[in-house]
């Protein structure tokens, strides 16, 4: 006679969850993850990494920009299981010993924040185009910062922004090539 358990005797165990491990921000980091979740859910609900928004879930805002292997991508496009072996950097791994980053000092001095929901995303592109480029153009900032949408302040702070950070990495650059 046959019967359900008939049926499945023959099938591979099939499992929705893998292990992944990956760094992020600078530490080695395991865990399990659903084959389905992006790197944006499993960063805010299983790792805790809140600053890394989910709005549009298509990759068309920006506000789940982070950086993986040096590129800024949309954490909500990207599955969990495809950053196994990678790095990945999300807006808490910016600061280090207590102190900001130049870009996130920036955006302060600046006045490129308003509402704030964009701007973890905004600060992480503007990371990956000077770890790419630390000399940039307005252009080569506004051209970086296409896939971030605002709604509030209407771009120019955020592009000065960026740009003073760029003059500040610089200035430290070559302080530390005097020492």
Excluded: W
């Excluded at 299983?46 to 954490?75: H, M, R, W, Y």
């Amino acid at each position: 006679m046959f019967t359900e358990q008939n049926r499945n005797a023959g099938r591979a165990m099939v499992t929705d969850s893998i292990a992944i491990t990956f760094t992020l921000n600078g530490a080695t980091t395991s865990i399990d993850v659903s084959c389905t979740h992006t790197l944006a859910k499993v960063l805010r609900e299983q790792l805790g990494l809140i600053g890394t928004k989910i709005s549009c879930e298509q990759g068309e805002c920006g506000a789940c920009t982070v950086i993986l292997d040096g590129k800024a991508v949309n954490s909500c496009i990207v599955l969990a299981p495809e950053v196994d072996g990678c790095e990945v950097l999300t807006i808490e791994g910016l600061a280090q010993h207590g102190e900001l980053d130049p870009i996130q000092t920036a955006f302060i001095e600046e006045g490129a924040v308003q509402c704030g929901y964009c701007t973890a995303g905004m600060i992480m592109s503007a990371k990956a185009l000077l770890m790419e480029n630390p000399d940039p153009t307005d252009l080569d900032i506004r051209e970086a910062l296409a896939g971030n949408l605002c709604r509030c302040t209407g771009y120019q702070r955020i592009v000065r922004a960026v740009s003073s950070a760029a003059k500040k990495l610089q200035t430290v650059d070559a302080g530390s090539m005097k020492g």
